[in-house]
């Protein structure tokens, strides 16, 4: 069984299209995060959420908005893409802010 | 806020060859984990340390935190290609966010 599941893996679409993101785990964690990889492989925090609350929120365009809608899943939507969002978005959980972060397989988006 | 610097930012080994990869904190670290990454997939969890002086130990890959808890090192001994990918180190906890550093790429030439 797949622990941290996102989809789609990947993702082709225009300038100024909103998207989503779906992300679900399965092991009970309490935290979920956001996370970007750029083209130069850096990962860089975007979101957290604590039993669906958020609690990190780093600089981030507000036309990303994270939706929990229950403790096991992380959406990320993303509302007039731009060329500058094409990275690699990857998801993950914890069993709180002290334990060690389980991956999904990231999702590849690109702009055109 | 925690910056994390790694070196090398890749390496080119020959199967069978020892190699060492670093990673520096600018602050002292809570909790440090290694990840490998392979291309097209996500982030597998290696090892976490956080006491100063710890050492752990899976299978050929030992990671070491230094006693002031700004500096560790991973070593592969007996390099083989399935252990080809990206390495990254990354600190959190103790009310902390969760960073990554730049990761080293690592080739393994049979």
């Known amino acids: 069984d797949t622990a941290v599941s996102q989809t789609p893996k990947y993702l082709v679409t225009q300038m100024g299209n909103d998207k989503s993101i779906k992300c679900e785990q399965n092991l009970g964690h309490d935290t979920m995060y956001w996370y970007k990889q750029d083209s130069k492989k850096f990962l860089k925090i975007m979101f957290s959420?604590?039993?669906?609350?958020?609690?990190i929120n780093e600089t981030v365009p507000n036309r990303f908005s994270p939706k929990s809608p229950d403790k096991a899943h992380l959406n990320l939507h993303i509302n007039s893409l731009e060329l500058g969002d094409s990275a690699v978005y990857f998801c993950a959980s914890s069993q709180g802010v002290n334990s060690p972060l389980h991956f999904g397989n990231g999702t590849r988006l690109t702009v055109t | 806020s925690q910056e994390l610097e790694q070196s090398p930012q890749s390496l080119i080994v020959q199967e069978g060859k020892n190699l060492t990869i670093n990673c520096t904190s600018s602050?002292?670290?809570?909790?440090l984990y290694w990840y490998k990454q392979k291309y097209g997939e996500g982030l597998i969890f290696l090892m976490m340390?956080?006491?100063?002086?710890e050492e752990k130990s899976h299978e050929k890959i030992t990671a070491k935190l230094d006693e002031k808890k700004q500096q560790s090192s991973l070593h592969i001994t007996a390099s083989q290609p399935s252990h080809a990918g990206i390495y990254l180190c990354?600190?959190?906890?103790?009310?902390?966010?969760?960073?990554f550093g730049p990761g080293t790429r690592l080739s393994v030439l049979p």
């Open positions: 602050k002292t670290l809570y909790g």
């Open positions: 340390l956080q006491k100063g002086g």
């Open positions: 990354g600190a959190g906890g103790g009310g902390q966010n969760f960073v």
């Open positions: 959420y604590n039993n669906k609350e958020l609690i």
